[in-house]
């Protein structure tokens, strides 16, 4: 039941992306209603959130710091859904402006299955990207942080060594859970740079692997003026 004088924490809307795993023309979508689909062009649908299982948002797991200092904003984050609905790993893409609302941001997926991409009806492996924004009702005026207009992410044809295959060996004795929050810088060629953990999982040897699985990875970076340059984002990943 949601607490007095607070709108829900506004829901995930989706707003499409394709990852690695999705080897689909960016031309490919689905066909209007009553017009079928030629067999020989792939029908992709994007990961969306399960109504059945909404992401961690609203009143309920709204930062009591951030309500406290009447923070407010909203987050756009890439997930990557893998083909059983898990989300192994989320980029943050652009920030709230307040570190404690992207830590919930962060947060607002552990333990939710998502509906995963398909491919002519075949689960598949991608990234989606998702709003997700902090409201508080009655509070002063939210103001956007301002818009950047490109920002580094995860290459297409790259696949982030994350999920349950890639769980370390050393770990499985004990099994320990977590999730990691990994800044880093990425260069103008796309290479990873300073990758530092801002947020531990409890155990230092998922932790190694966070840094392990982030150090190799390769990204799309930044255009100004159509030209590539270098900046930072933040990676979680989740064990």
Not at 45 to 74: A, C, F, I, N, T
Not at 80 to 92: H, M, S, W, Y
Not at 215 to 222: G, L, S, V
Request: contains cysteine.
């Amino acid at each position: 039941m949601l607490k007095p004088r607070m709108l829900i924490g506004l829901l995930a809307f989706l707003l499409g992306a394709a990852g690695p795993a999705l080897p689909v023309p960016a031309s490919a979508q689905e066909p209007p209603p009553g017009i079928a689909a030629p067999t020989d062009t792939p029908v992709l649908k994007h990961g969306r959130m399960d109504v059945r299982h909404p992401l961690h948002v609203g009143s309920d797991y709204y930062p009591k710091q951030s309500l406290k200092h009447h923070e407010q904003g909203k987050c756009t984050l890439a997930f990557f859904i893998d083909a059983d609905g898990t989300v192994p790993a989320a980029q943050l893409l652009k920030p709230t402006g307040f570190p404690r609302l992207d830590t919930a941001c962060f947060e607002s997926v552990i333990g939710v299955p998502l509906i995963p991409a398909t491919i002519n009806g075949t689960p598949v492996a991608g990234w989606n990207d998702f709003n997700v924004v902090w409201v508080i009702d009655h509070a002063q005026p939210y103001q956007p942080p301002p818009e950047r207009p490109a920002f580094p992410r995860i290459a297409d044809d790259y696949e982030l060594q994350v999920g349950k295959e890639f769980y370390p060996e050393s770990g499985k004795a004990g099994h320990p859970k977590g999730y990691c929050v990994v800044h880093l810088v990425v260069d103008p060629s796309g290479a990873v740079r300073d990758a530092r953990i801002t947020h531990s999982t409890g155990s230092p040897i998922l932790d190694k692997a966070c840094l392990a699985a982030i150090a190799p990875a390769r990204f799309t970076p930044e255009l100004q003026n159509g030209l590539p340059v270098g900046d930072a984002t933040d990676i979680a990943i989740y064990w």
